[in-house]
C-alpha cells in the first residue's frame, strides 16, 4: 500500500449553524492543520451530512466522494477512503463525520401511544420497542455472558476507567445501583448524547509541520445478514481485524494506545478481544481490576474518556484523539513516553472497521 498519511484533524461542538455548518467548519480546521489548501482536495466521505451541500460550502471539484448516512458504518467508511487513496483515485481526501446533540432518544418516547406501520426487516423490531441500537447491543451482551461468565463487576471497569480519565468520580457501588436501561446495561453503559463533527485529512503528501501519522494499515467487515442479532458469533469485528493485521508484519502487542467506539461499554469487550488482544471471553479477566486500560496500562483505552467519559460524539473524533495522542498534543490525557502506534476500531455488529496508525 501507498504510504498514507493523516495530515490534518479537526473537531467542533454543534454550533447556532447546525449539523451542516459544524461539518465545514470541522472539514476546514483539518485542512488547515494540514496546511492543505482546498484547490489539492479531490475526495470525500461525508458522514452523517450531505456530501454534495460539504463539498459546495467548500468549493470542492471531486474526483471520488462516499456518503454514509448510518453512523455505525465510520469505520468501513475510513476504510473505504484509505483504499481509494490507495488506488490512486484520489490523492487527499477529506473524511467528515456530523452528529446532532440531541439525537431522538434523548426525548421522551411514548412507547404505548400510536405508531406507524413498519414493513421489511424493521417488523421483527419495531413493535416491541426494538427499533433502536440499545436493545440490539443489549441481547447481544446477554448472550455474551451467558456463554462466557462475564460479571456485572468486570463490565463496570470500561465505565469507572472512563470516568476516572475525565475526572469523575463514579465508583462502583453507584455503577451497581444504577438503573437498568435494558438488562444487562445500566445508565453507565452508555454514553450521554453530545454531539459534534470531526474531521481528518487523508494524502499522500503532506505540507504541515506536524509528525507524520501513518495509516499502517486497516481493515472493514459487514454483516452477513440484515438482522445481526441472529447469529453473535458472525464476528464481525473479528473480521475486520484480521483483514488489518493480514496486511502487516505487527502483531496484536504492537499498539501502545488504542481508541475503541465505547458509546456501549460492553463494545470495548468486544474489539479487545477482536483484536487479539485477548482470546474469546477473556476480556473480562483482562479488564478485572481496570489497571490492564487505564492510562498507565498496558494497552491504555480512550485516555480520553472516549464516548462514556466525554458524551456520545462522532466516531471520527476518536481518529482526531488517536492522532493527537500520536503527536503529543493530547493535553492532560496525553500518555507519557508519547505512543508511536494507534489502534482504533469503530462499529461491530451490522459493519466494523479498524485502522492502526504510526508516527
Not at 486500560?293 to 467519559?309: A, C, D, E, M
Amino acid at each position: 500500500m501507498r504510504d498514507i498519511l493523516v495530515t490534518g484533524a479537526g473537531r467542533v461542538r454543534v454550533g447556532a449553524g447546525g449539523v451542516a455548518g459544524a461539518a465545514v467548519t470541522a472539514a476546514l480546521a483539518a485542512l488547515t492543520d494540514a496546511g492543505m489548501p482546498r484547490t489539492e482536495v479531490t475526495g470525500l466521505l461525508a458522514i452523517g451530512c450531505d456530501a454534495v451541500d460539504v463539498a459546495d460550502a467548500l468549493g470542492l471539484e471531486l474526483s471520488w466522494r462516499a456518503q454514509e448516512n448510518d453512523t455505525s458504518t465510520v469505520g468501513a467508511g475510513l476504510v473505504q477512503a484509505v483504499d481509494a487513496v490507495a488506488a490512486g483515485r484520489t490523492g487527499t481526501v477529506v473524511c467528515v463525520e456530523a452528529l446532532a446533540p440531541d439525537p431522538a432518544r434523548a426525548r421522551a418516547v411514548d412507547r404505548f401511544g400510536p405508531a406507524a406501520a413498519v414493513t421489511g426487516r424493521a417488523g421483527w423490531h419495531a413493535p416491541y420497542g426494538a427499533d433502536g441500537a440499545l436493545v440490539g447491543v443489549a441481547l447481544a451482551a446477554r448472550a455474551y455472558i451467558e456463554r462466557y461468565g462475564l460479571t456485572r463487576t468486570e463490565l463496570a471497569q470500561v465505565a469507572l476507567v472512563a470516568s476516572a480519565n475525565v475526572g469523575g468520580g463514579l465508583r462502583l457501588r453507584d455503577y451497581l445501583a444504577a438503573p437498568m436501561l435494558v438488562d444487562p446495561l445500566c445508565l453507565h453503559d452508555r454514553a450521554r448524547p453530545a454531539g459534534g463533527a470531526a474531521a481528518i485529512v487523508l494524502s499522500t503528501r503532506t505540507r504541515s509541520a506536524s509528525p507524520r501519522i501513518r495509516v499502517d494499515g486497516v481493515g472493514a467487515a459487514y454483516a452477513a445478514g440484515p438482522l445481526p442479532e441472529q447469529d453473535a458469533t458472525d464476528g464481525v469485528a473479528e473480521r475486520a481485524a484480521a483483514a488489518m493485521w493480514a496486511d502487516l508484519s505487527g502483531t496484536p502487542t504492537d499498539p501502545d494506545v488504542a481508541l475503541l467506539g465505547d458509546e456501549f461499554s460492553v463494545a470495548v469487550l468486544w474489539w479487545l478481544e477482536a483484536l487479539g488482544r485477548c482470546d474469546a471471553g477473556a476480556a473480562g479477566r483482562f479488564v478485572a481490576t481496570g489497571a490492564a486500560i487505564s492510562r498507565g496500562g498496558v494497552l491504555p483505552v480512550n485516555p480520553h474518556g472516549g464516548h462514556l467519559g466525554t458524551g456520545r460524539r462522532p466516531d471520527l473524533d476518536l481518529v482526531v484523539e488517536a492522532v493527537a495522542q500520536l503527536r503529543g498534543t493530547a493535553g492532560r490525557a496525553q500518555l507519557r513516553g508519547g505512543p508511536a502506534t494507534a489502534v482504533v476500531g469503530l462499529g461491530g455488529r451490522a459493519a466494523a472497521g479498524c485502522l492502526l496508525l504510526r508516527r
